[in-house]
């Protein structure tokens, strides 16, 4: 067990609709990130936040956004889903409060695994 | 930008077999290195990493070395056992500021049988 909680483990939805993915990390952890894992893509880093703020984005779709709250934990939303939105979606936390977050060890949740038809 | 390569899976191994598996990256300055490991229905979980040029990181008998001068950081492990069969992946972050982000190679899936 990582420590990080992800809800809900599997959403399944039809084209067209919204849903929002829920991530808790690691206590004391500042820093969370999202990942998608699909077959034909593999394993993407979408967005990271530390301490409620945005610090760095990756290819995440303009009908995509992420925010994290001040208790930490976050929430990506994805809205006007399409048939290639269905994937795995991870969240990791990391501590990443020195200077070189990228020495950072990250922690993944079990991933939320989104079906969309 | 930055990207990493992995050799194509599946890789299939008897127990108690030499393990190799081949990752490279590309980055600009100095990365980190990481390998993660994902078993059947799970998330991802390191099993080890290096921030700097030769360190060996090491973990449940596997080893991997940060060779700067060849852009590498292969995956060893002496024994392998049935329990290791999994999807292997290797990433690599750049090392800056609070903004880190992992990118990561394609995956090998190891199968190791009896």
């Known amino acids: 067990d990582s420590g990080v909680t992800q809800t809900p483990k599997h959403l399944i939805t039809a084209t067209g609709q919204r849903v929002t993915l829920r991530c808790s990390p690691r206590?004391?952890?500042?820093?969370v990130y999202w990942y998608q894992q699909s077959l034909d893509q593999g394993l993407q880093f979408l967005i990271q936040y530390y301490n409620g703020e945005e610090r760095a984005k990756g290819n995440i779709l303009e009908r995509f956004s992420a925010q994290q709250f001040p208790d930490l934990h976050s929430e990506l939303n994805l809205s006007s889903l399409e048939l290639g939105d269905s994937a795995l979606y991870f969240c990791a936390s990391s501590v990443a409060m020195s200077g070189r977050a990228g020495t950072d060890t990250q922690y993944f949740g079990p991933g939320t695994r989104l079906t969309v038809l | 930008g930055n990207s990493v390569t992995q050799m194509e899976g599946p890789v299939t191994l008897s127990e108690e077999a030499f393990l190799t598996i081949n990752c490279t990256y590309t980055a600009t300055g100095y990365p980190s290195l990481f390998w993660y490991v994902q078993y059947p229905g799970e998330g991802l979980q390191l099993l080890l990493k290096?921030?700097?040029?030769?360190d060996k990181g090491s973990n449940k008998g596997f080893e991997a070395t940060y060779r700067k001068e060849t852009t590498s950081f292969h995956l060893e492990k002496g024994s392998v056992q049935v329990s290791d069969s999994a999807v292997y992946f290797c990433a690599l972050s750049p090392n800056t500021g609070t903004a880190s982000k992992l990118t990561f190679g394609t995956g090998t899936r190891l199968q190791v049988t009896l």
């Open positions: 290096a921030t700097k040029a030769d």
């Open positions: 206590s004391g952890d500042l820093s």
